[in-house]
């Protein structure tokens, strides 16, 4: 018995077996395939642009207060919630708050009022945690510190990292050191800052630990 294929017409037998050039055809067109979908696959979705961080004016703030003075040493934890400038609460709690310490800015003011103890009140809140705590809190400076920018006014021995970060700042009678920044949404914002000023019984140095932004 012969083979089928001496009964078919050479070209029915060319079709039966595809020749190299076919083979060849497909497999560029499954080459091309797996590129444009290894292409698709790497491409990363667009980043939205940082926003300038004078645009944040309303945060919570969870963290660790640290203090050394001639007066009291100790740490607190602190809990800042900040609403449109000048209305702010700030909560300490631990050791260096005795129990608590809650510092409240208004319009017409800044009060203080700390575990048992009448309320105090006062215009500065420099003055005021440092006649009530015995060293000086500079919340109106923090306001702007906190966000990695200098506050109005005077300041000297700015310096910034290469991407524009504040390194280092001396204002308000304060030697800053911002030493840790982290993404929050849009905005790149402090995580550690450093400062310290000589008071006239003695120097006093702050540490300010950022554990959480909340915007």
Not at 47 to 76: C, F, H, Y
Not at 152 to 180: K, M, T, Y
Request: glycine share 10%; aromatic share 6%.
């Amino acid at each position: 018995m012969y083979p089928i294929t001496e009964y078919l017409p050479r070209a029915t037998l060319y079709q039966v077996q595809p020749g190299r050039s076919a083979l060849r055809l497909l497999g560029l067109l499954m080459l091309a395939l797996l590129t444009a979908c290894a292409s698709q696959t790497q491409q990363k979705p667009p980043v939205a642009p940082e926003l300038p961080v004078m645009q944040l004016q309303q945060w919570t703030i969870k963290g660790k207060l640290g203090v050394r003075s001639p007066n009291d040493n100790g740490s607190a934890n602190l809990t800042w919630l900040q609403q449109s400038q000048p209305n702010y609460r700030i909560h300490l709690s631990g050791p260096l708050g005795a129990g608590a310490t809650v510092i409240n800015g208004t319009p017409a003011g800044v009060s203080l009022k700390r575990g048992d103890e009448p309320t105090t009140h006062a215009a500065n809140p420099s003055q005021l945690t440092a006649l009530a705590l015995g060293w000086p809190l500079p919340v109106d400076e923090m306001f702007y510190w906190v966000r990695g920018l200098p506050a109005p006014g005077n300041a000297a021995g700015e310096r910034r990292d290469a991407q524009g970060l504040l390194q280092s700042l001396q204002q308000a009678g304060w030697q800053l050191n911002f030493s840790g920044y982290q993404n929050v949404g849009a905005y790149v914002l402090p995580t550690r800052i450093k400062a310290e000023t000589r008071q006239a019984a003695g120097p006093v140095k702050v540490t300010l630990v950022i554990k959480e932004w909340l915007l």
